[in-house]
């Protein structure tokens, strides 16, 4: 079966099986993770509390929400790959002081458009814990663990309604799928406003 002219296979396992090995794949994700999280790095770096919080107008959300989105919903998407807690609790609430103690997946726009960080610094700290987490965790990952179902159909709800439930096999989500999806996928996407939002604030994007 064929869809956008672009061959569809009955699942994670048969593509890993086929030309790409699972070494391969891991070595690609390794790099990939890296480099998305070296964006992340140098936006936060050029950035200062007004640019984060700067609230455009009704219906935008500011770069604030993005980056915590981002890193919490990573956070809390790790344990279902991993089987290790998130690492945001009350003590880094209490340090970040995130405006909203949510990452708004089942919040409106304009519920999530009064999000704001109270403290960059303290926020920076826990996004680069977050991500040097996965890095080591992706960087120790056996190769096989890759095709391993975390989610099986039928999806819950929560699930079933998300780009990744597009992506699955048919057997369910694969750690891969996972892996793509809520870390990288995501990622990529919240980066890409974050390069739109920092034009309104003066700011340039993050590469060429």
């Not at 070595?27 to 984060?52: P, T």
């Not at 977050?130 to 190769?143: F, G, N, Q």
């Not at 890759?146 to 992506?167: C, G, H, M, Y």
Request: aromatic fraction near 10%; include cysteine; charged fraction near 20%.
């Amino acid at each position: 079966m064929t869809q956008y002219g672009i061959e569809c296979y009955g699942g994670s396992s048969s593509y890993l099986g086929g030309s790409m090995s699972n070494q391969l794949v891991l070595d690609s994700l390794q790099r990939r993770m890296k480099a998305l999280f070296s964006l992340y790095d140098d936006a936060i770096d050029s950035m200062d509390l007004e640019h984060v919080n700067h609230f455009e107008r009704e219906g935008v959300v500011p770069i604030a929400f993005c980056l915590f989105h981002y890193a919490n919903v990573h956070d809390a998407s790790f344990m279902l790959l991993s089987g290790q807690p998130p690492l945001w609790n009350d003590e880094w609430q209490e340090r970040v002081g995130m405006a909203i103690n949510d990452h708004g997946k089942h919040r409106t726009v304009s519920e999530m458009e009064h999000q704001r960080i109270g403290d960059l610094a303290a926020f920076t700290e826990y996004m680069r814990a977050v991500y040097a987490r996965t890095l080591s965790w992706v960087k120790s990952l056996d190769p096989s663990e890759l095709e391993r179902v975390i989610i099986t159909r039928p999806f819950p709800p929560q699930i079933a309604s998300t780009f990744s439930a597009r992506v699955a096999g048919p057997d369910g989500l694969t750690v891969l799928d996972g892996i793509e999806c809520w870390l990288y996928q995501l990622g990529l996407r919240h980066m890409g406003e974050i390069e739109i939002s920092r034009g309104l604030v003066g700011l340039g994007g993050m590469t060429s």
